[in-house]
């Protein structure tokens, strides 16, 4: 479904944007509030390291604004325009939507974010391999 090498591959399944072998992240589910932030330092196939500069994630609360504001249009357009609720329920509607979502904002931010600044590379094993020599 999601070829691998696309942005919107690595974005969706939090897998290194270099590599696209793993998963970022120590813990799959971003409902695991404890966990939620903690990441490989590098990527065990390619070896890019996640936190490229320090504070490097804090970026990611721009593209975390951009997602909290996508999500309360969506909300506020299926509840008060679609299903024609009043504006009060609409604006419980954007709440419930936020709060329930806000794990996977927090962690699609930062995989739009890292994406940004890193591409896929198809032969990252044969640059791997020279650098090794």
Same mark, same amino acid.
């Given at each position: 479904?999601?070829?691998?090498?696309?942005?919107?591959?690595?974005?969706?399944?939090?897998s290194c944007p270099?590599?696209?072998?793993?998963?970022?992240?120590?813990?799959?589910?971003?409902?695991?509030?404890?966990?939620?932030?903690?990441?490989?330092?590098?990527?065990?196939?390619?070896?890019?390291?996640?936190?490229?500069?320090?504070?490097?994630? +804090?970026?990611?609360? *721009? #593209?975390?604004?951009?997602?909290? $504001?996508?999500? %309360?249009?969506?909300? +506020?357009?299926?509840? *008060? #325009?679609?299903?024609?609720?009043? $504006?009060?329920? %609409?604006?419980?509607?954007?709440?419930?939507?936020?709060?329930?979502?806000?794990?996977?904002?927090?962690?699609?931010?930062?995989?739009?974010?890292?994406?940004?600044?890193?591409?896929?590379?198809?032969?990252?094993?044969?640059?791997?391999?020279?650098?090794?020599?």
């Open positions: 479904m999601l070829k691998k090498g696309s942005k919107l591959n690595s974005i969706l399944t939090g270099k590599c696209q072998e793993e998963s970022m992240y120590l813990e799959n589910n971003p409902y695991k509030i404890s966990s939620i932030y903690k990441m490989h330092e590098n990527c065990s196939h390619c070896g890019l390291k996640y936190s490229i500069e320090p504070s490097f994630f +804090y970026g990611a609360m *721009y #593209v975390s604004y951009g997602l909290g $504001v996508a999500f %309360a249009i969506a909300a +506020y357009v299926i509840s *008060y #325009v679609i299903l024609e609720t009043t $504006v009060k329920t %609409a604006f419980i509607s954007i709440i419930v939507t936020l709060i329930v979502l806000l794990p996977v904002m927090m962690r699609y931010s930062r995989n739009i974010w890292i994406n940004m600044f890193v591409s896929f590379e198809k032969n990252w094993k044969d640059k791997l391999k020279k650098e090794t020599k």
